[in-house]
């Protein structure tokens, strides 16, 4: 079953306009909240992000918070998935194609779920390899909006180089994140992400994180990092919803370390699988 406008219809039944301005101009916004063991994982957040999006497109939901986290909650009543994602779309509306608002339009709220991919012990034993590339994007970075593009030919150059993460990095501000992750080093101890800012999505893993460095009174450090002070960093990681915490041991061709996952990046790994233990069970 999938949430389109209201309602709880089987996913070949679903159908948005061609007219749809997500479908067309990318105007619109989504959400990818993980569940484990049909319990989604910090949906507060991921349904604040969502207003917060909504706000900065100037886009009134046509639903309030307790609302979409019933529909959402509905959606994965009868999944037994161990881990399932859900995807949620809300784009400005089908109207005839201009680019200014259109005066009456409502907007297409979509949902569904699929089945989620755990990250393999393999690849949290040996981390992964990321490349870096220039950031053509502009700045609403901190906008979940479904302008992907320069996120898909990120990944795409980062698949053909056979890598798992793109890094975007930002003329005369450093490496600011991943196409679809954000970014963590360690140096010296001090563990360092880039601050909030137009240049990166604030992303809801990246703030558990931060919140389990702060409990084990790991110093903390909110600034972008260069590229060569992130190939000379003791380890560095991505977060991501789907990803968790997952280190990156090769980057741009050069091995971070001693090539494998460092102490700190395990720590925080395991105190966040320890986070969903106990909000969700698994
Ligand atoms: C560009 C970008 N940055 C960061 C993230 C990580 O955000 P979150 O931890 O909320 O999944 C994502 C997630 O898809 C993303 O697309």
Redesign the pocket.
Known sequence: MVFLNGQFIPEKQAFVSICDRGFQLGDGIYE?IRCYQGRPFRLGD?IE?LFQSAQAIRLELPYGRDELAGFVNRLIADVTWDYADIYIQVTRGGAPRVHEFPAQIHPTVLMYVSQGQAVSPITLEQGIEAIIIPDTRGTL?NI?SVNLLP?VLARQAAAEAGAGEALFEREGIGVV??????IFAVRKGVLSTGPLSPY??P????DCVLQLAKAQGLPVELEFLSREELLTADEVFI????KEVLAVTILAGQMIGDGRPGPITLKLASDYRALIKRECGI
């Open positions: 990818v991921h992000r970075c979940k996120n994140e991943g196409a679809a992750s954000n990166t999505l992303g809801v893993t990246r977060t991501s919803t789907s």
